[in-house]
C-alpha cells in the first residue's frame, strides 16, 4: 500500500466570503472522505452573517477528511476539508477502497487487518491492545476495563478470576476504535460522549450523529465503582441542551443571518440616536401611475409596483437633499457625505432579514431601476443572494406594508443615516378638494441618526418623499 505523506495533502481553510465576516456555518456537505474533486467543484455550501454561499475547491485530489460536520459554525481561516493531491491523491483513495470491502465482510477476521473508518486507512499491522500481565485467553484480553480501571484506582490488579460486570451493549470496535465518521467523532468530542459506550445504528456497526445525541439525552447507567482512598471529582456534566417540552416549546438556535441581524441591530440601536417621524399621504395618484406603467410597453416584463415609486421618491428626496445620504465615523470623528446612492431594500427570507442594496440606484432610470429591484427581489426569495450585494448600502427601504402594517419604527441598518418604512395602502375617507372621498392611503415613516441628521433634514426629506407620492408628476420636474 501507499505511504501518503503529509506534503501531499492540503488543506482547504474557510475563506472569508465577504468583507469583515469572522465566521460562517457548514450548511451542507457535498462530498464525503474517499471522493474525488476537481479544481472549482462545489464541496459544500456555508451560512455567512450575510447569506448562504457555495465553496469551490481550488485543486484536484481525494478528499481525506471532513473537519467538521454540518451545522457546526467554523471560523474564518480554520481548515474544514483535507484533500489529498498530486502522488498523495492515489495513496489516500486505497484505503478507501479496501476499507469498503473489508466492512462488506460479516465478522472481522481476528489476524490480519481489520475494516476501519472511511478516510482513516488501514493499519498495516494487526496490532491490538497488549493484554495485562496476569490475564490468558482471548477473554482476559477482551474485558480487560474492570481490572484495569482497579489497578488504575490504587488498588493493584484485580484476581483474574473475578467476573466482570455485565456491561451496556457498546458500539463494535475495530481494534481500538469504534466505527465512527470524523464529524462524528468531533461531535463525540464536543459534547464528551466517550463513543466506546454508544449503541450504533448505522449500517455495519458505524455511529452516527443521532446515536451520539441519543447518548448525551440518555439518563447515566448506574455503575458500581471499586472503593477509593479518595472521594471522587463529581463528573462533569455533558454539555446537552436544557430539556423542555417539544409539544409546548420550539427552540431555534441563533445562528448565521439571525444571528448577524441581532447583533447589528443591538448595535445600532444603543449607538446612533434614532428619531423616528410620520407622515400620512395620499397615494391615490401613485397608484394610478402604477397601473399605467403595467400597460406601457417599455415595462414590458418588469415588476412595477408601488415600491418602485416609493423608491423613485425617495431617490429625488435625496437628491434634493444630499446631506441626508451619509455616515458617521467615530473614530475619525468626521460626517461622510456619500454622493452616490446604494440603495438597500429590506427582505424577509426563511433565513432572516436581509437588505442587499442596489448599487449607484440614483443614476438608473426607472426602467432600469424596475429591472434592479425586480432581481434584487429574486435573488433574495431563491437565497442566493450574494454578501457583496450587501455591503455598502447607503439609505434603506423596508416595506412593513405587505404585511398589512400601518407603519413602524425602524431601526436604522449599521453604517447607515435613514431608513423609510413604508405602510400597507388603504381605501380611506380623506378631504379631497373639499369634500370627503374615499382615497388610497399610506402612512411613511423616516427613522434617521440624529447625531448627523437634525430635525429640518429629516423633516425635509420625508415630506419630499410624501410630496412626490402624492403629485406623482413631480417626479419630471424634480428629477
Known amino acids: 500500500m501507499t505511504t501518503m505523506t503529509d506534503s501531499s495533502v492540503r488543506e482547504f481553510k474557510m475563506p472569508d466570503v465577504g468583507e469583515g465576516l469572522t ?104 496490532t491490538k491492545r497488549r493484554p495485562r500481565k496476569g490475564a490468558e485467553g482471548p477473554a482476559a484480553a477482551q474485558a480487560p476495563s474492570a481490572a484495569i480501571q482497579a489497578e488504575l484506582n490504587g488498588h493493584g490488579p484485580a484476581a483474574p478470576a473475578a467476573p466482570a460486570a455485565p456491561a451496556a451493549p457498546a458500539a463494535p470496535v475495530t481494534g481500538d476504535r469504534p466505527l465512527a465518521k470524523p464529524p462524528v467523532r468531533k461531535l463525540a468530542k464536543d459534547l464528551g460522549v466517550d463513543l466506546a459506550t454508544v449503541i450504533p445504528s448505522g449500517p455495519d456497526g458505524i455511529i452516527t450523529r443521532e446515536d451520539v445525541h441519543a447518548a448525551v439525552a440518555a439518563p447515566e447507567p448506574a455503575q458500581t465503582a471499586a472503593p477509593r482512598s479518595e472521594p471522587a471529582a463529581p463528573a462533569p456534566s455533558p454539555s446537552a441542551p436544557t430539556s423542555y417540552d417539544t409539544a409546548r416549546e420550539t427552540r431555534i438556535p441563533v445562528k448565521g443571518v439571525r444571528k448577524a441581524t441581532a447583533a447589528a441591530m443591538v448595535g445600532s440601536a444603543f449607538t446612533a ?78 433565513r432572516g432579514l436581509i437588505v442587499p442594496n442596489i448599487k449607484d440606484a440614483h443614476a438608473q432610470t426607472l426602467p432600469q431601476l424596475a429591472g434592479s429591484l425586480g432581481e434584487l427581489v429574486s435573488t433574495a426569495r431563491e437565497g442566493k443572494t450574494s454578501p457583496a450585494a450587501m455591503q455598502g448600502g447607503t439609505v434603506t427601504i423596508t416595506n412593513v406594508g405587505v404585511f398589512g402594517v400601518d407603519t413602524g419604527t425602524p431601526i436604522l441598518n449599521p453604517g447607515e443615516s435613514a431608513i423609510l418604512a413604508v405602510g400597507a395602502i388603504k381605501l380611506q375617507p380623506w378631504v379631497h378638494k373639499g369634500k370627503v372621498k374615499p382615497r388610497q392611503v399610506t402612512t411613511l415613516a423616516l427613522s434617521f441618526d440624529h447625531r448627523l441628521v437634525d430635525g429640518e433634514l429629516g423633516s425635509k426629506v420625508l415630506a419630499d418623499v410624501a410630496a412626490v407620492l402624492e403629485q406623482p408628476k413631480r417626479l419630471i420636474s424634480w428629477a
Open 23 to 126: 465566521e460562517a456555518e457548514i450548511l451542507k456537505w457535498y462530498v464525503q472522505p474517499g471522493d474525488t474533486v476537481t479544481d472549482g467543484q462545489v464541496v459544500c455550501e456555508v451560512e455567512t452573517a450575510k447569506a448562504a454561499v457555495e465553496l469551490p475547491i481550488p485543486y484536484d485530489g481525494v478528499v481525506r477528511e471532513l473537519h467538521f460536520p454540518e451545522g457546526t459554525t467554523v471560523d474564518v481561516g480554520t481548515s474544514i476539508i483535507a484533500v489529498a493531491v498530486g502522488d498523495g491523491a492515489a495513496a489516500a483513495a486505497e484505503p478507501v477502497q479496501e476499507a469498503v470491502a473489508e466492512a462488506a465482510a460479516e465478522e472481522p477476521k481476528p489476524e490480519g487487518r481489520q475494516p476501519v473508518l472511511v478516510g482513516y486507512g488501514v493499519s498495516t499491522s494487526s
Open 273 to 350: 440616536p434614532h428619531v423616528t417621524e410620520f407622515v400620512t399621504v395620499d397615494v391615490t395618484r401613485t397608484m394610478k401611475l402604477v397601473e399605467e406603467l403595467k400597460q406601457d410597453k417599455e415595462y414590458t416584463g418588469l415588476r412595477v409596483n408601488p415600491l418602485l415609486l416609493i423608491a423613485k421618491a425617495l431617490l429625488v428626496a435625496i437628491k434634493r437633499n444630499p446631506d441626508i445620504n451619509a455616515s458617521w465615523d467615530e473614530a475619525a470623528q468626521e460626517i461622510v457625505v456619500k454622493h452616490y446612492v446604494n440603495l438597500g431594500i429590506a427582505a424577509a427570507t426563511p
